[in-house]
T-cell receptor, first 112, second 114 residues
């Protein structure tokens, strides 16, 4: 059983397109996160939701919009994709904010 | 806001060598500390964590870390590394209490040579 799952695993698209990445956790956690890992492996938080409510919103372009339909899901929609958006995006969850996090397998986004 | 420094960006060791990866954080209050590992092509997994109590914490796969409050450090150690320990290691910190974001260090790439 996959604790934190993401789809798709790979995403190749052209500049200007709009795409979504889905994340689901079956751990019963209240808090979910989106991270961006760049080519140098640096991991930076983008958003955090607790029980469907946005609690952390780092300096991320408005083109990125998270959506949490319920506490088990946190999707990431990206509008007008740019070359600089190419990265691996990780979803994670935890029992509550600040606790140990469980990461999904990542989505490798390539913008051409 | 907190920050994390990992001093060794790329470490190469032979099998059976001892490992110590440095991690220092910057924050004036009480913190939670973590070490995560990312094996090639995989997602991050928790190695160990410190919230309170005994400053020497033991994690999975023979890893341990020591929290030294006076030095703002949380170094990761393993007495004898194996080829399978080849991975990227991330130190992370967050302020205790409430919904505090976790800040990750830049990571240390460990390469173990058979």
């Amino acid at each position: 059983d996959t604790a934190v799952s993401q789809t798709p695993k790979y995403l190749v698209t052209q500049m200007g397109n709009d795409k979504s990445i889905k994340c689901e956790q079956n751990l019963g956690h209240d808090t979910m996160y989106w991270y961006k890992q760049d080519s140098k492996k640096f991991l930076k938080i983008m958003f955090s939701y607790n029980n469907k409510e946005l609690i952390i919103n780092e300096t991320v372009p408005n083109r990125f919009s998270p959506k949490s339909p319920d506490k088990a899901h946190l999707n990431l929609h990206i509008n007008s994709l740019e070359l600089g958006d190419s990265a691996v995006y990780f979803c994670a969850s935890s029992r509550q904010g600040g606790n140990e996090q469980y990461f999904g397998p990542g989505t490798r986004l390539t913008v051409t | 806001a907190q920050s994390v420094s990992q001093h060794n960006h790329h470490v190469i060791l032979s099998e059976a060598a001892s490992l110590e990866l440095g991690c220092n954080y910057s924050y004036g209050g009480t913190v939670n500390l973590f070490w995560y590992v990312q094996y090639p092509g995989q997602h991050l997994q928790l190695l160990l964590k410190y919230f309170s109590g005994d400053p020497l914490v033991k994690g999975i796969k023979g890893f341990e870390a020591e929290f030294i409050k006076s030095k703002f450090s949380f170094n990761l150690r393993k007495p004898s590394v194996q080829w399978s320990d080849t991975a990227e290691y991330f130190c992370a910190v967050n302020a205790s209490g409430g919904y505090q974001k976790v800040t990750f260090g830049i990571g240390t790439k460990l390469q173990v040579i058979p």
